[in-house]
């Protein structure tokens, strides 16, 4: 009796030991496993946290208007030579390129349609311009256009429809608009493109990162040179 009894017993501890060595197992396999949902569940909300980083900056422009839109009137055909448009990068953005092998520059009016009216010629970054006429006078020497439609004669309007951009508050020299400078964006029109009265003008600056700034307006009566947009 006593030998069957301890004969049991040590059967009893054999199966405790081998139940304990399962358990630990499976303790064991339970945590790789849940160590990978975990690590697979912060690599996803990184993914996550990534996608939504970049669609924030792609549907906000990295370009603002800095002030009032203004048109340069022709008063005796009532018709605008040109529209200035004041830049800046937006609040908190980046520093933005305007370069024309980077940027297009769209412009639609009631009767025409442009895709792309910047060319290399009319990025102006070797100094700053205090008015307008002076800046767009570079242009001209520069060959983005033909002639100054600033000085508000008929005769002035240039050959093509143009977009020339120029800085009157600036850091340095390259056509890159960072946080504190001031850019300018002017187009000048040829002369059958010129908006006159009640039409709508609309240009669109895009960028190579986030969305196209764009800004509308209607013409009011053209009464004085400067007229104001809005």
């Not at 912060?42 to 208007?65: N, R």
């Not at 022709?74 to 004041?86: D, E, F, Q, R, W």
């Not at 008015?131 to 002035?156: E, I, Y």
Request: hydrophobic residues 40%.
């Amino acid at each position: 009796m006593n030998s069957t009894t301890r004969s049991r017993k040590t059967r009893r501890g054999v199966i405790g030991i081998e139940s304990a060595i399962v358990m630990i197992a499976f303790v064991i396999v339970a945590a790789a496993l849940a160590f990978v949902v975990l690590n697979m569940g912060f690599s996803t909300t990184q993914k996550a946290k990534t996608a939504i980083s970049s669609s924030v900056t792609e549907s906000s422009s990295a370009l603002e208007i800095a002030g009032k839109v203004t048109g340069i009137g022709y008063v005796s055909g009532s018709v605008l030579n040109a529209t200035v448009i004041p830049l800046k990068v937006a609040g908190g953005g980046d520093a933005v390129s305007l370069d024309p092998a980077l940027a297009d520059i769209k412009y639609y009016s009631n009767t025409v349609r442009y895709d792309n009216i910047y060319k290399s010629a009319c990025v102006l970054t070797s100094t700053t311009y205090t008015t307008v006429s002076s800046a767009v006078s570079a242009a001209v020497t520069a060959g983005c256009v033909t002639q100054n439609p600033t000085n508000g004669t008929t005769a002035s309007a240039p050959s093509t429809t143009q977009a020339i951009v120029y800085w009157d508050v600036s850091k340095n020299t390259n056509s890159i608009l960072d946080q504190g400078e001031h850019a300018n964006l002017v187009i000048a029109y040829k002369s059958a493109d010129r908006p006159a009265q009640l039409d709508n003008i609309k240009a669109e600056v895009v960028l190579p990162t986030g969305s196209a700034l764009t800004v509308e307006r209607q013409v009011p009566a053209v009464t004085t040179q400067i007229v104001d947009l809005g």
